[in-house]
């Protein structure tokens, strides 16, 4: 585990960079970690789906794996990848503040 400051904010990130605790997570955290991965900006597409991933997150336990998101987000499985070039599910679930969804490598 490790801390870093974000938005002005000292959070804590696991060893990949998943927020240990998904309720410090704000969206002006999700533009910094974006930019950082090479996202300029974040889309209405990219907020479709990062809110998506939240609120399954919060329902469900663990946050949607790709099929899921392409069936259940109103975004396509190939707009995914455009938005979330390095793998969206794991992706967009670390820009979204909560941890990797089960399944992603």
Not at 72 to 95: C, E, H, N, W
């Amino acid at each position: 585990m490790s801390t870093a400051t974000m938005a002005g904010v000292e959070v804590r990130l696991n060893d990949e960079g998943f927020f240990e605790d998904p309720n410090q997570w704000t969206e002006a955290m999700a533009v910094e970690m974006a930019t950082a991965d090479g996202i300029d900006t974040l889309t209405d597409q990219h907020w479709t789906v990062l809110k998506f991933m939240r609120k399954e997150f919060f329902e469900k336990g663990t946050g949607p794996t790709v099929r899921l998101l392409g069936k259940t987000s109103g975004v396509s499985v190939k707009d995914l990848y455009l938005l979330f070039p390095k793998g969206p599910a794991k992706m967009a679930a670390r820009i979204a503040g909560i941890p990797k969804p089960k399944g992603c490598i």
